[in-house]
């Protein structure tokens, strides 16, 4: 509007603006709070973008693999904590120095030479190390997973060992299809964990077993010090069995 009061524009060209000026400026107070409620919506919009911008500039990726780091981090702990335990593997001591059998025979150590342990990487061990615990000394298809899983969950129970040798008198099977035969009858056990050892030269076999091609398993029983408590051919899951291991720990 011109200053004299003529609704047409004005000599400048500017475009009509109606203008009012109250005359009491107290009149403008709801636009004022009006004002600083939408500064304050604007001051709000532009914090949470600054905030949300790291997310925001990659999209849905990083929510999605907070997630899957979350989820990892909880399966890992519930696994540690009702997933499967190994068995403990138990300590030995010194060998007896005064058995009173000679070497290979029962109450006497066990006899001088070494096996080779098998499993993951190849190693070679003393037999005299084979301490304490059960060694199983398995003929050619003996058939003896029973007896096999009984003396894995046994020796886990009173945290002892269990190895498992191949007979290969008499066996005219390869050398590593025997092996391969022996950890697939350690892996049915599945009660316990059974370790494998190669004799390759036979003195487990020759020590304690059977006459070649006899049937069933043979166990020795290994104390701490290296005495040899009992040997068992063909032994049988039962309360007798179980105190002879008990008995080792």
């Known amino acids: 509007m011109r200053p004299d009061g003529d609704p047409d524009p004005d000599d400048y060209g500017l475009p009509r603006v109606d203008v009012v000026v109250p005359d009491d400026a107290r009149e403008l107070d709801r636009d004022v709070v009006a004002y600083h409620r939408e500064e304050r919506r604007r001051r709000r919009r532009a914090r949470n973008r600054r905030l949300l911008r790291p997310v925001s500039r990659y999209g849905v990726a990083v929510p999605i693999i907070a997630g899957a780091l979350l989820v990892a981090l909880i399966s890992g702990a519930l696994m540690t904590v009702f997933g499967p335990r190994p068995a403990p593997r138990p300590t030995t001591g010194l060998l007896a120095p005064h058995p009173s059998a000679p070497p290979g025979r029962v109450n006497g150590i066990l006899p001088a030479g070494n096996v080779a342990e098998v499993g993951g990487e190849r190693r070679t061990v003393a037999l005299r190390e084979l301490r304490p615990g059960v060694i199983g000394i398995v003929p050619p298809s003996c058939g003896c ?105």
């Open 145 to 249: 997973e029973r007896i096999v899983a009984e003396l894995a969950a046994r020796t886990r129970e009173y945290e002892l060992n269990f190895w498992m040798a191949a007979d290969r008198r008499k066996d005219p099977a390869p050398a590593a299809e025997t092996l391969k035969d022996l950890q697939a009858l350690a892996g049915s056990a599945h009660g316990g964990t059974p370790r494998v050892v190669d004799d390759g030269q036979g003195i487990l076999a020759g020590t304690y077993g059977r006459p070649p091609g006899s049937p069933g398993l043979t166990a020795v029983l290994v104390q701490p010090d290296g005495v040899v408590t009992h040997v068992i051919h063909s032994p049988q899951p039962g309360a007798d069995l179980n105190e002879k291991i008990k008995s080792l720990s």
